[in-house]
């Protein structure tokens, strides 16, 4: 029954991507940034792609995990990029963690840790909570 939910809300946010790709990533884009980030951080002579790219991202490594953080001065803790595949199960965590929170409850918790779930994915994810 929760994969049934999770591939429901899966396609709504691949229909969303369609419309509007600044916010939402797919996997396959999410590891191209990656890619494209450390080859920046790597090359001497870089595209405006990659000014853009180190301008607004960050790459985090940790032994074999690499993580797309949100640019900072390094003083705050790091917020995380999410792709499409893995947003059901960031904010089904928070949804429980919060006792099955309303949208701006799980918003505020969302939104120290990440940076681009939108109000619109956790509306999704809601009206599919049997519990709620």
């Known amino acids: 029954m929760d ?3 999770e591939v429901q809300f899966r396609d709504q946010l691949y229909q969303m991507h369609s419309v509007n790709k600044r916010v939402l990533i797919r996997k396959d884009d999410y590891q191209k940034i990656v890619r494209e980030l450390l080859d920046a951080n790597s090359s001497s002579k870089k595209s405006p792609q990659q000014y853009y790219l180190l301008k607004k991202y960050e790459v985090l490594e940790c032994g074999d995990v ?3 953080i949100r640019k900072g001065d390094g003083s705050e803790e790091p ?3 999410a792709s499409i ?3 059901f199960d960031i904010i089904q965590k928070t949804h429980i ?3 099955h929170g309303g949208r701006d409850k799980i918003m505020k918790e969302l939104s120290k840790k990440y940076a681009n779930i939108t109000q619109e994915a956790v509306t999704i994810f809601k009206s599919s909570c049997v519990p709620c």
Do not use: I, N
């Open 3 to 5: 994969s049934d939910r």
């Open 66 to 68: 690499t993580k797309l």
């Open 79 to 81: 917020v995380y990029f």
């Open 85 to 87: 595949e893995h947003s």
């Open 97 to 99: 963690a919060t006792g």
